[in-house]
């Protein structure tokens, strides 16, 4: 996990609202994360995310639940989720968490 | 200023390193800051942090002077740069702080 590759996949306003959804809400399945983009682009954010480190992805059946790796990234830049997460729920997040 | 915008500007281990080293430093020539990459690469990220509000340029007769925004941006995004800081002087910055 790198910190240049976390800060990539967490540089897109899709990616941080899929990111502050799946930290208050826990593990969600993919189709059930509301985010105004097509699936192909979806499953795209996902898969960034997923090779930086950000997200878990989990297969049931035919869902795919996604979580967020709070712990792992905690462990290895500690506070800068949370820093972020801050960040955009100050901002830009308003418009999606009000 | 956007958080997306800041978190891209940051999001690559050159950027990262410049960002650091005007941190430690203060303000520095353009030339005067050591990064291991061409000087028209060097100018892309400059524009790149610049466009972004993560650096300041000022110009002095032939020479480009660089500095870290840090006001600006713990007025925005609070605690946000000094996450990132830290996390990249924890990790990959140090191999370059050491």
Redesign the interface.
Known sequence: M????V??A????VR?SIVSELNKLGERTCGGIDVSVVKSTKSHHVRTMREAGVVHVRVQGTQRLLSLRKHDLEE?????L???L???E???GQKVSE
Request: glycine share 8%.
């Open positions: 790198h910190l240049s590759s800060l990539y967490l540089s897109d306003p941080l290895r830049f500690p506070g800068l949370h820093a972020i801050q960040a955009y100050g901002t830009e």
